[in-house]
């Protein structure tokens, strides 16, 4: 655990934008709605069928399997969404990490990426718009997951949600565990109508992380 003594955060009174300084994405996606949504993700991917006119498999893909470490951060980080001009193929959101990849830059099998999962414990001091908050960092769990070959949501990826007076910062990445010491020193609290905000790290090999603080903030 790591306390960060007198680090303290406005509310509410910071745009939904990174730690001005700091690498990594800084545009906010939202998750694809539930009608328009295409299938989960596997963690690996379905057999393939035989090949067809309109399979996969005589479609443009990037083969994956013999990426090293470096090439799938690479990869990942070069992924443009075609339904989005410019923006992240490969993102998080509150609710998961997503794959939406043109199909020139689709995967032909599973990439492997990891995510980090940490309790963000929140004590608050003032009131009304001066109200700012101490924070201290917490792991909750590490895992590695596999995005692609399909569009869709990472199963497994869903973060904890926050309780109490403790939100949810989740930190996608590829390569060595991002610990406490990789994590930013401040936090923004979401403004506007997201309940969660995208945060950067100095670290390289973090592609994207996502803070959620708890519903009750107000409060602790």
């Not at 007076?165 to 979401?190: A, F, K, Q």
Request: aromatic share 6%; glycine share 8%.
């Amino acid at each position: 655990m790591r306390r960060l003594p007198g680090l303290i955060v406005p509310l509410l009174t910071v745009p939904v934008l990174a730690l001005a300084g700091c690498g990594g994405a800084g545009q906010v996606r939202t998750a694809p709605s539930a009608s328009a949504s295409p299938s989960p993700l596997s963690p690996s991917p379905d057999p393939a069928p035989s090949p067809s006119p309109s399979s996969p498999r005589n479609r443009l893909c990037v083969p994956t399997t013999y990426m090293t470490t470096a090439g799938r951060l690479a990869y990942l980080k070069d992924l443009s969404d075609s339904a989005h001009g410019a923006s992240p193929a490969f993102f998080m959101t509150d609710s998961g990490v997503y794959l939406l990849a043109k199909e020139t830059q689709r995967p032909c099998e599973a990439v492997r990426f990891q995510l980090s999962w940490f309790r963000v414990e929140m004590t608050r001091a003032g009131s009304g718009s001066t109200a700012r908050y101490s924070f201290t960092y917490a792991p909750i769990e590490s895992t590695t997951l596999s995005a692609g070959p399909r569009d869709g949501r990472v199963v497994g990826s869903v973060p904890p949600p926050p309780k109490g007076c403790s939100g949810t910062l989740s930190v996608v990445y590829v390569g060595e565990e991002i610990t406490e010491d990789d994590l930013p020193d401040g936090l923004n609290m979401p403004s506007g109508s997201l309940d969660w905000t995208l945060v950067s790290l100095d670290a390289d090999r973090a592609l994207s992380a996502v803070f959620k603080p708890p519903a009750g903030a107000s409060s602790c």
